[in-house]
Structures are given as C-alpha cells and as structure tokens.
C-alpha cells in the first residue's frame, strides 16, 4: 500500500509527484509579506545668536590747563554673527505594523493577494487552507514521508512513462519534462527576499502546527528538516531502470528502492531538475541561516 505513494498506478499516472513542490510553495509562503518601514526626519531651525561691543565715550579734559583733546578712539568693527551649528533632530519613527494576519481558517485568500502584491506567481498555487496543507506537508518530508490526500498546487501535464531498451524498462527521460516549468517557477526565486519576509506569516505556520501536534515547536526547524531530506536525494547519472510489478514500477537498484518516498518520488523529476531544486533549496538554507 505505501508503494502506491511511491509511484504511479498505470492507470492513473498524472496524480503522482503533487508533494515536491510543497517546500516551494512554503518557501513562497513565508516570503509573501510586502511591507515596508517609513521613515522620516524633522529638522529644527537653526538658532542664530549674535553679540557687539559698543565703544566707550572719551572723558572730557579738566577746565584748567587745557590739553590737546584725546583722539576719539576708532570704533571697533562690528563682529560677524556668530551662527550656533546646525542641529539636526532626527526622532525615530515607529515602524507601520504588517497587516493584521487573519484567523487561520481564513487565511488563503489573504497570502495569495500578499504574494500577489509582492510580484510572485501565484498561479501554480491551489489549496483552499494553503498554510494548513503546507504545514500538513512539510511534518510528514522532513520524515521522509508523502502526503497524498492534499494538493497545495496544480497537476503536472502528460504522464510517467517508461522506454524499453534491450529487454529492460527505463525511465523515458521525456517524462521530466513535464516538471520543467513548476521547476522554472522555483528556481526563479530570490531565496533571500524570501526568508527575509518570513516573520508576517510565521504566526499562522506555528498556529497550523501546533494544531497537528507541535505546540511547542519551530515550525522554521521543519522546514530546514524537510529541506535536508530532499538534499540527501541522489543524483542518478544515467538512465534509472526499473521494474515492471504489474500494478506499478519499482527501482530495479535495490538502493534506490530502500529510499524514503520522498527521496524516491524527487527521483521521478529527472537529473537536471534534481540539480537544480537541490541548488536552490541550498539557497533558502542558506538564506533561514543568515536571517
């Protein structure tokens, strides 16, 4: 029953491999916050303070005895204006609050306008409690495991399909495509901005998980955990062969069958967008590590 999770039924292929885009859609998530710190400045005039000496009046001579009379001394000159230097005052601002975060159960359509708002593609999203499914999702990849009963975003088109080469069946490689453009749309990201936009939604994540059994715990912490399991993917160097079960294909590499699902099912995406998820995932550590 739990290689059902694994791989496709033969006669229903195109409802596999919804899981991986799960951390994108978290990474998207937590950057969706688009709010912004005003600041401003207010100067205060400057104060101008000015002084004079005014020259004395010569003493008169005695009556007697008249004398030359004492030149009248020059009057001083007028001193410059003596300008106190310019103070500038500036208070600091408070910061306007982010947007007040709605309850939970309410709060899909309030992340996509904020993700909206922020310039990021919300068109591959589709969940009606986005953060709830995401959370839901992520518990279970940092396990290793698959969710299969929530769909966070849409479909991939065409089907899983296999070649026959020399009597054995392969991955056709023309199946990988098909994960071509949700693997653009991540890789498109900027992981900094981001994780630096994580804390407006970050309440509602540790809501979520605390309402499946972490109340105490960092939602941030299952994310890295998630993140990792999917890093530790490896990266098959040619061909991946596998194994005709009748109802289903398996690894015909008994190490790549011992995989956890979630490892096994990032296989199914292909080589090259193996790399580059792997690549970009590293970012978004490496942008949470820097936070």
Known sequence: M???DNYPDKENSSSAARWIVAVIVIVII????SWWLLSGSNESEPKQTQSMDMPKQ?????AVEPKEPEPTPEPEPEPE???SPETSTEEPVEPEPAITLPELNESTPTVLQELDNSGLEIQPLKSSQLIKDAVVIIDNLRNGMLVTDRTVVQRPDGRFSVIEVEGELYIDEQSYQRYDPIVDWFTSLDASALVDNYELFKPLFQEAYGEIGYP????ENAVIE???VLLETPVPES????DDDSVMYTYHDSSLEALPPAQKQLLRMGPENIKRIKAKLRDVKAAFRDN
């Open 81 to 83: 204006p003596v300008v």
């Open 239 to 242: 061909l991946v062969r596998v």
């Open 2 to 4: 739990a290689e059902q």
């Open 58 to 62: 010569p003493e008169e001579a005695p």
């Open 226 to 228: 998630a993140i990792n």
């Open 30 to 33: 937590i950057g969706g916050g």
């Open 216 to 219: 105490d715990s960092d939602f």
